[in-house]
């Protein structure tokens, strides 16, 4: 599959961090609060939240299951992503998991499945559902770098693979970032993702297949 390369401007000094060791202040900070922002409202809960999103959930309750779901001060406990800090600043969030702590993406979306022979409950597999980059930051290529971070994390912590269902973009084309927290296709091809399908029109599934220990045994 041809697809076409387009240059994108890049960060320097870009540090991604376990969620885990970031502040409930960071998260507000590349959230926003009451910014009018997709994601200030969402708080990445959309595949989290059962029933119906907006009926069935608050906007606090979002809030502090975003916070507790990220263990913010608390390094040893389980987390639910990365932050992006550029020059120390918190810049960016990215939601990597294991795929099973999506309870809305195993069962309320056919992006991930159409047309696949894919064991929905197999907890080795990780995805990546959201990518925020914060005001003031954006279109410097930030996702770029929250990509290629998740494959490292999700590898040290023993995925088995790791899975993103991106948007392809097209130059000249505007997108709004709430359409495009899924990530953009680029972002993670050049991350080292491998497309594996293209169940829409715009998206499609990327994957990393990870070693297991045992296949390296004789």
């Known amino acids: ?15 991604c961090v376990p969620a885990n060791e970031a502040t409930e202040e960071d998260l507000d900070a590349v959230f926003g609060v009451n910014n009018g922002d997709y994601c200030s409202r969402c708080r990445c809960q959309r595949f989290k939240v059962p029933g119906w999103f907006w009926r069935d959930s608050t906007l606090e309750e979002r809030i502090q299951a975003n916070f507790d779901q990220a263990a913010c001060g608390i390094p040893d406990a389980p987390t639910s992503g990365l932050v992006a800090y550029v020059d120390g600043e918190p810049a960016g969030w990215v939601a990597v998991e294991p795929r ?9 979306t056919r992006i991930p499945w159409t047309g ?13 559902t959201c990518l925020i980059v914060r005001r003031g930051f954006r279109g410097r290529g930030l996702t ?24 392809i973009t097209e130059p000249g084309k505007e997108i709004t970032w709430g359409e495009l927290h899924v990530g953009a296709r680029q972002a993670f091809e050049e991350a080292g993702f491998v497309e594996v ?22």
């Open 144 to 167: 770029y770098d929250m990509a290629r971070a998740t494959i490292d994390y999700a590898r040290s912590h023993g995925a088995t693979a790791l899975e993103a269902y991106p948007m």
């Open 197 to 218: 399908h293209h169940p829409t029109k715009r998206r499609v599934v990327m994957r990393v297949d990870f070693e297991r220990s045992d296949d390296l045994q004789d």
């Open 1 to 15: 599959m041809n697809v076409t390369k387009v240059s994108v401007p890049t960060v320097t000094n870009v540090r």
């Open 116 to 128: 696949r022979n894919e064991d929905k409950d197999d907890p080795g597999v990780w995805a990546v």
């Open 100 to 108: 099973i702590a999506y309870p809305k993406l195993l069962r309320g």
